[in-house]
């Protein structure tokens, strides 16, 4: 493709609402812009990306023994109101009437859709296993779409769906999903991570998810330095606490006005965070109870979700706390609280410690558990860096951030049985079928790419998904170059090598720059005093240093890039 006649329009500002740099350097290199909040159009650069991310998943889903089919987007109601998540997507639903008044949406996930198919088309157990999977646009109402692909209305999605006879069946069948999702992400270059993950509001019981490491991430994972152990932080098991925790004191009322955080308080009384006991005051549907962890520590909201009761929990209002402790926020103890407490086990072996006296402006310090105050004892924190390993007892766990990018369960009989999806077995007795689903996030994983793969000046495509394998500048206008460079690129082409070729009438300094940018992963320079000495520069996007760069003789050039360019795919 000559770089004139494609549509690259490539800008200098950032967009004002970008807070990430693949939102930033997407839009800045031509690739993506902005129709309305969540929703992107994929200029030429941004499609070819995508495109090969989705060739890629194709394949591994084709060798793996799944069957690509489509289903629509726009969907009748009836489906998602059998199994109640027409009610329970709530607002995240896009939902619309037909002409009739009729009740429709927009596909968020298909679950109850494939397991339709699966209760017309299977009768019996020899028509198991089955795994269909699809490449299609998915409609989620977020709250805040942001980081331009990464939190999306509108994207693309590869959802595949197994179905078996046998538990055994159903754990063949997701070990073969997790063997490709490897494959996938091996071949996409990426840093990742296959983590424990909690099931959600999917429903099932093993899953793991495929964790993308950017500190941009918004889900914070564990891993042990010793073993293979990773796990999200929210589903992390959480290693009994060992250290001393100090010796008691005597309780005393202090003074701290106008500190109510942590590590403000901390800093002002001159104590260690884990010598703070935290008390937060959450409500859990119509309760309210405080949890109390050490002030290095964080609540695991999944958990106390769990303890309460409830499906999920949320941090009380300002209104409620100062209702239920007499204080403004920040100044809320487990000493003399009259509502249920719980206390992580963490935090119950703290020795006087410092917490909120439910007095605004006022702490207490020398406070025990037990003595002070009375709560149920539960491992309710989230796991934290420097923790011991639950798995292998002896490596230390390391927090990192990451961006899920793919996600694999066993969804059990979750939807078959509500919805009557059901095989005759050998003995000719109805059972329902067991499921399993497996996404990959195929829009979100260009952004997750650059997320990761990016430098001062721009992006870095690893060769499997670039939109171009070669970036050709030419600089100026000599019949000569012009020749020599119309002569390669149509060889590399012939080749099956991609070629953007620069050809415009701009200074190189602007060629450079725009190439790297857009940061397609191998450049190739014709022109200047180089080529009149019969070489052309060649330059890997990510040598950094321009020192890097290498001359190579015009009539090598051919063989040097094929090879570049075949070990960056092999
Ligand atoms: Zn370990």
Redesign the pocket.
């Known amino acids: 493709m000559r770089f004139s006649r494609s549509l690259i329009p490539t800008i200098k500002e950032a967009p004002a609402d970008a807070t990430n740099v693949s939102h930033v350097l997407l839009t800045r290199g031509g690739f993506i812009r902005r129709v309305g909040a969540g929703m992107y159009d994929y200029l030429p650069l941004g499609l070819r990306v995508l495109k090969k991310i989705e060739a890629i998943v194709r394949t591994e889903m084709d060798r793996a023994g799944a069957l690509e089919i489509l289903m629509p987007a726009l969907l009748p109601a009836e489906y998602f109101k059998e199994t109640d998540r027409w009610t329970k997507f709530g607002d995240n639903l896009f939902r619309l009437k037909d002409r009739k008044g009729a009740d429709f949406h927009l596909g968020p996930t298909h679950e109850e859709i494939v397991t339709d198919i699966a209760r017309r088309e299977i009768r019996s157990y020899r028509d198991l296993p089955k795994n269909l999977y699809q490449v299609q646009s998915k409609f989620r109402d977020e709250p805040r779409p942001r980081g331009g692909l990464l939190r999306c209305r509108e994207f693309v999605m590869k959802d595949a769906y197994s179905f078996d006879s046998t538990e055994d069946g159903a754990k063949a069948s997701y070990e073969e999903m997790r063997k490709a999702y490897v494959r996938v992400f091996d071949r996409l270059g990426l840093n990742y991570r296959m983590v424990a993950a909690d099931s959600g509001a999917m429903g099932g019981s093993t899953s793991a998810e495929f964790q993308v490491l950017a500190d941009s991430g918004e889900d914070a994972i564990v891993a042990?330095d010793?073993?293979s152990?990773a796990a999200n932080v929210e589903v992390a098991t959480v290693t009994p606490a060992d250290e001393p925790a100090g010796t008691s004191g005597e309780r005393t009322k202090v003074h701290t006005p106008g500190h109510g955080g942590i590590a403000d308080v901390a800093a002002f009384l001159k104590v260690e965070t884990k010598q703070m006991l935290k008390s937060l005051i959450y409500r859990a549907q119509k309760e309210v109870a405080m949890v109390v962890v050490r002030g290095d520590h964080d609540v695991n909201e999944i958990r106390l979700a769990r303890i309460l009761g409830v499906d999920e929990v949320a941090l009380a209002t300002e209104a409620d706390v100062r209702k239920t402790t007499g204080a403004a926020v920040g100044y809320a103890g487990p000493v003399g609280f009259t509502g249920r407490v719980i206390v992580d086990r963490a935090a119950s072996l703290v020795k006087s410690g410092v917490t909120g006296a439910n007095e605004t402006d006022h702490h207490l310090t020398g406070v025990e558990h037990g003595r002070d105050f009375e709560g149920e004892v539960a491992d309710v924190r989230l796991a934290s860096n420097g923790d011991t390993?639950p798995?292998?007892g002896?490596?230390k766990l390391t927090t990192y951030k990451g961006i899920e990018a793919g996600h694999i369960f066993i969804l059990g009989t979750h939807y078959s049985a509500k919805m009557n999806a059901t095989f005759l077995d050998e003995t000719q007795k109805k059972q329902p079928i067991i499921m399993g689903c497996y996404g990959i996030g195929v829009s979100r994983l260009v952004a997750t790419t650059i997320e990761q793969h990016n430098d001062a000046s721009g992006m870095r495509w690893p060769m499997s998904i670039a939109p171009y394998h070669v970036h050709l500048c030419t600089l100026g206008k000599d019949e000569p170059v012009l020749a020599a460079a119309q002569a390669l690129y149509d060889a590399l082409w012939s080749k099956g090598i991609e070629v953007l070729w620069d050809e415009r009438d701009e200074r190189p300094g602007v060629k450079f720059k725009d190439a790297d940018l857009i940061g397609i992963p191998f450049r190739v320079t014709f022109g200047g005093k180089n080529f009149a000495a019969g070489n052309v520069e060649m330059k890997a996007r990510d040598e950094s240093d321009p020192a890097k760069s290498e001359m190579v003789a015009i009539a090598d050039a051919q063989a040097r890039i094929e090879d570049f360019v075949r070990k960056a795919l092999a």
Do not use: E, F, R
């Open positions: 042990c010793a073993c152990y390993c798995s292998c002896k490596g």
